[in-house]
């Protein structure tokens, strides 16, 4: 097995990966100030809470957008397994092209997830991640990162509305009944996740008008079971995405 690590802006997931198959997976906090021994106590208690045993991960892979907390990851994993982390990065062989004008102004994420999903699907794909950002990413048949759109994540446009709007409270994600609110919840709820969706549709229909291709379309990220229903476009939810691409990586860079 192998640990595969996806530091975010709010929160880091980890998952315990044996060939395609997550089969545990963790949400943390991400705390930018803590520490690289905070970080592999953590670890080690949540493998040890699991019963994992050492010498059970023979390694690990991380992608990280958050650099103030990626050295702290990459100490943390190294002093817990004993072996350097494989990094992600346009510069690790990937097994895809990048076709983007700065390949290293791409997020590790977004390409974790390009190579997830081409082992996922058959053909070319479109992958919606809902994180803090919304991100569009447009994988082509023959293994190229053509690019894509980057979004607003769910979360943050609903927390800075109801931040901004002193009348405005927070609400739970529950799926809208009606488009029409009948009290102020609703009216949110309404407003927050059928925006959310139709942003999804109109952005995915651009992207497949412009490409002239007929992609499957996959979501993936914390909310992507809850908006993946009120959309007409996506095909597919696969929770560990990114997890499996970075598995994947590590396959290929491991050998």
Same mark, same amino acid.
């Given at each position: 097995?192998? +640990?595969?690590?996806?530091?975010?802006?709010?929160?880091?997931?980890?998952? *315990?990966?044996?060939?395609?198959?997550?089969?545990?997976? @963790?949400?943390?906090?991400?705390?930018?100030?803590?520490?690289?021994? /905070?970080?592999?106590? %953590?670890?080690?208690?949540?493998?040890?809470?699991?019963?994992?045993?050492?010498?059970?991960?023979?390694?690990?892979?991380?992608?990280?957008?958050?650099?103030?907390? #990626?050295?702290?990851?990459?100490?943390?994993?190294?002093?817990? +397994?004993?072996?350097? $982390?494989?990094?992600?990065? $346009?510069?690790?062989?990937?097994?895809?092209?990048?076709?983007?004008?700065?390949?290293? !102004?791409?997020? =590790?994420?977004?390409?974790?997830?390009?190579?997830?999903? *081409?082992?996922?699907?058959?053909?070319?794909? &479109?992958?919606?991640?809902?994180?803090?950002?919304?991100?569009?990413?447009?994988?082509?048949?023959?293994?190229?990162?053509?690019?894509?759109? &980057?979004?607003?994540?769910?979360?943050?446009?609903?927390?800075?509305?109801?931040?901004?709007?002193?009348?405005?409270?927070?609400?739970?994600?529950?799926? =809208?009944?009606?488009? &029409?609110?009948?009290?102020?919840? !609703?009216?949110?709820?309404?407003?927050? %996740?059928?925006?959310?969706?139709?942003?999804?549709? /109109?952005?995915?229909?651009?992207?497949?008008?412009? @490409?002239?291709?007929? $992609? #499957?379309?996959?979501?993936?990220?914390?909310?992507?079971?809850?908006?993946? $229903?009120?959309?007409?476009?996506?095909? *597919?939810? /696969?929770?560990? %995405? #990114?997890?499996?691409?970075?598995?994947?990586?590590?396959?290929?860079?491991?050998?």
């Amino acid at each position: 097995m192998i +640990l595969a690590v996806d530091v975010g802006n709010t929160n880091v997931v980890l998952g *315990l990966v044996s060939g395609r198959d997550v089969r545990l997976r @963790w949400r943390i906090a991400s705390v930018a100030d803590r520490t690289a021994d /905070e970080h592999a106590i %953590l670890l080690r208690q949540l493998l040890a809470q699991a019963g994992v045993r050492d010498g059970d991960v023979q390694g690990s892979v991380v992608c990280s957008v958050v650099p103030a907390l #990626t050295a702290s990851f990459l100490t943390a994993l190294e002093a817990l +397994l004993g072996v350097q $982390p494989v990094v992600v990065g $346009p510069d690790a062989d990937l097994g895809i092209a990048i076709d983007y004008r700065d390949p290293r !102004e791409v997020g =590790p994420d977004r390409l974790a997830n390009a190579v997830g999903v *081409l082992d996922l699907v058959d053909g070319a794909a &479109i992958v919606v991640d809902f994180g803090t950002a919304t991100t569009f990413d447009v994988v082509s048949a023959d293994r190229r990162y053509l690019g894509g759109a &980057i979004a607003p994540g769910l979360l943050t446009s609903a927390e800075s509305l109801v931040r901004k709007a002193a009348l405005l409270r927070g609400v739970a994600l529950e799926p =809208p009944g009606a488009a &029409i609110g009948r009290s102020t919840e !609703e009216s949110l709820r309404a407003g927050v %996740l059928f925006g959310a969706a139709g942003q999804v549709d /109109e952005i995915v229909r651009r992207i497949v008008e412009e @490409w002239g291709v007929s $992609p #499957t379309v996959v979501a993936t990220g914390g909310l992507a079971e809850r908006i993946a $229903p009120l959309t007409s476009v996506i095909d *597919l939810v /696969e929770p560990d %995405l #990114t997890l499996r691409g970075l598995a994947l990586i590590y396959e290929r860079v491991k050998g």
